[in-house]
């Protein structure tokens, strides 16, 4: 199983951006009964929790991006999504997905993808 993100970049703040993470090689019904979720890690900084979406299409986030980004799945395409608008400075991290399922025991993380919003 492999996570891809892509989506990332440079952007102004105020701006929008949106990631989107793969899930190759990852059988539809574990992903489909699975936790999705974005993280964040910034220089110097530990990596944190942005955002969830359950199997049962329940959202959760962290409060600084609540009202500006979105989590989206797409079982039938194994994707994930991170809808980023009015993106600040603060923002600015390298983003990754998880996708655990506790059905079938597994956790799996991305490999990043940098996200700078400059002032």
């Known amino acids: 199983v492999q996570l891809v993100e892509s989506g990332g970049g440079l952007v102004q703040a105020g701006g929008s951006l949106r990631l989107s993470c793969a899930a190759s090689?990852?059988?539809?019904?574990?992903?489909?009964?699975?936790?999705k979720a974005w993280y964040a890690q910034a220089p110097g900084k530990p990596r944190e929790f942005i955002a969830h979406i359950t199997s049962d299409g329940n959202t959760d986030y962290v409060d600084s991006v609540k009202g500006r980004f979105t989590i989206a799945r797409d079982n039938a395409r194994k994707r994930v999504y991170l809808q980023m608008n009015s993106l600040k400075p603060e923002d600015t991290a390298v983003y990754y997905c998880?996708?655990?399922?506790?059905?079938?025991?597994?956790?799996?993380w991305g490999q990043g993808t940098q996200v700078t919003v400059s002032s």
């Open positions: 998880r996708i655990t399922s506790e059905s079938y025991g597994s956790d799996y």
């Open positions: 090689g990852m059988i539809l019904s574990v992903f489909s009964s699975s936790t």
